[in-house]
């Protein structure tokens, strides 16, 4: 039979006190006397009340839940990013929705109003390369705060929190070049995306301080996939004037180059944009230009916050930079 949750009048009634007792000692009130304190505790567990949280936050203005939207919670890069900001969430005693749009901006959009239909205080959103930004718009003048995180959304002046690809790519590439290396490869992600396309910028930035010319023939956009990803590159390897260095442009582009390079004997130098799990362990380590997710996470959701306590102060676009991590892939010479 199905009963009717405890309210703060069950608990009031239970305790044997006033309704503004039990609301002083929910929100953590200290003047309230020890003996009422431990009436309303005790009432509280025989009760099994727990505060509702919707009603305070339409009483007291306080942020209660934001929304979160990656491309995929799978990736480790959006893994951590989603930790970071669940931790930043959890410090304001406010309640993190989250959802991953799998590179579809049909989801994207859904998903997005989903979260608005509940209310949500604010949003941080991995925006798709196609993405429309009309409803984004729409939420914005309807009062629901956004920041952008990974991509911006050209048209739209919002907080944004990037990576500097460009400056990252240059410097991996500088890395093998460095090392000797002048046939460099380029495995990039979808070509269209905003983080591929800058990354691509900073291959052939370095290229060019180098006085090496571009050759289209040696960048590939792959669509994440080994099945996608091993022909291309096997034919790439297996040229007449192959490529003796390799630089990834993302985690998922590096695991399925490694894939394709296992049973190699000769294999090209690897410089990889993104740290991974086991790149470490692997012999030779990945050679990588490490992101930090973990801070544009945490960026990300402070900025979302300040909006929520009201700041007014011009949006901003945060850049925060990679570092290069050698562990051997990245320093053989050709």
Request: aromatic content about 4%; some cysteine.
């Amino acid at each position: 039979m199905k009963t009717s949750r405890a309210t703060m009048h069950d608990v009031a009634a239970l305790a044997g006190v006033g309704l503004s007792t039990v609301s002083r000692v929910v929100n953590g009130d200290v003047k309230v006397s020890p003996a009422k304190t431990l009436a309303v505790e005790n009432a509280i567990r025989e009760l099994g009340y727990r505060r509702n949280d919707s009603a305070r936050h339409l009483r007291t203005g306080a942020a209660a839940s934001i929304g979160l939207l990656i491309e995929s919670i799978a990736d480790p890069f959006f893994s951590l990013i989603s930790q970071a900001v669940e931790e930043v969430a959890l410090s304001r005693d406010s309640l993190l929705l989250s959802a991953s749009s799998h590179q579809d901006a049909a989801r994207a959009r859904r998903m997005v109003l989903a979260f608005c239909s509940r209310r949500v205080d604010g949003l941080i959103i991995t925006p798709s390369e196609d993405q429309s930004i009309d409803y984004l718009r729409t939420e914005l003048t309807a009062g629901v705060a956004m920041v952008f995180i990974d991509r911006p959304v050209p048209g739209l002046d919002v907080d944004t929190v990037l990576t500097d690809n460009v400056g990252g790519a240059m410097s991996g590439v500088e890395h093998l070049i460095a090392h000797g290396h002048r046939r460099i490869a380029c495995i990039t992600d979808r070509a269209g995306l905003y983080t591929s396309s800058h990354r691509i910028r900073g291959y052939r930035n370095a290229l060019a301080a180098a006085g090496i010319p571009f050759d289209p023939a040696l960048v590939y956009s792959a669509d994440d996939t080994t099945d996608t990803l091993a022909g291309p590159l096997t034919s790439m390897l297996d040229a007449e004037n192959p490529p003796t260095a390799l630089f990834t442009a993302n985690n998922r582009s590096t695991i399925g180059a490694l894939r394709v390079m296992g049973s190699r004997h000769n294999r090209p130098a690897l410089v990889g944009f993104d740290d991974f799990e086991l790149a470490d362990a692997l012999s030779p380590g990945v050679t990588v230009v490490a992101q930090d997710p973990l801070a544009m996470g945490r960026m990300a959701a402070e900025l979302l916050f300040r909006r929520l306590d009201r700041d007014t102060s011009p949006p901003q676009t945060i850049t925060l930079g990679t570092r290069l991590i050698a562990r051997g892939s990245g320093e053989q010479r050709p």
